[in-house]
């Protein structure tokens, strides 16, 4: 959980244990939420709404599992100029070292704003340890066209950045 604030420096002390310890199929989730906020300016967010979704860097973990969202502050632009860069050289790093990194997709988590845009569409909203009505996530249906459209946008943005990766993940936990 402690990954969010992690370096260049501290990631390459991590890929090389995970390399001396056989891994071949580690996670990469830096810059995701760089990726995403693309996603959410190409699909009309203002940057209010995009604010309102994220948490502070501290509480990413949770917000990419969907238990919440709108905690302890929100993620800047230079916040993700960094996680893009240092995506850059994890995934350089990774590949240097014959393992395949497994990539973040668009599990269907999304901003409130979305609502204003798309009123009708199905979606749910998520309940995680009592937090306030404020807090609490929102899951659009698999089973909108929506959800498809968002996550191609998502794949096109992230391999645009990073290139075309091998396996993706789309988790809601």
Known sequence: ???????WE????????MALH???LPLSYAGFEAIATRVWKNLALTQEEID????????LPWQRMGNF????????????LKQVSLQ?????ALRELGMTPICPAFAGFVPRGI??????????NLSWNDFPD????TLLSPEEDLFMKIGGIFIEEYEREFGAQQFYIADTF
């Open 88 to 92: 850059h050289n994890i995934l350089n």
């Open 115 to 124: 609502l204003r845009l798309y009123p009708n569409i199905k979606h749910y």
């Open 22 to 24: 056989g891994f071949d």
């Open 1 to 7: 959980y402690t990954m969010p604030f992690y370096d």
């Open 134 to 137: 404020e807090n609490k996530a």
């Open 69 to 80: 969202i709108h905690h302890d502050g929100t993620i800047t632009a230079e916040y993700n």
């Open 52 to 59: 309102n979704f994220y948490v502070g860097p501290a509480f």
């Open 10 to 17: 501290k990631w390459r002390q991590e890929i090389d244990w």
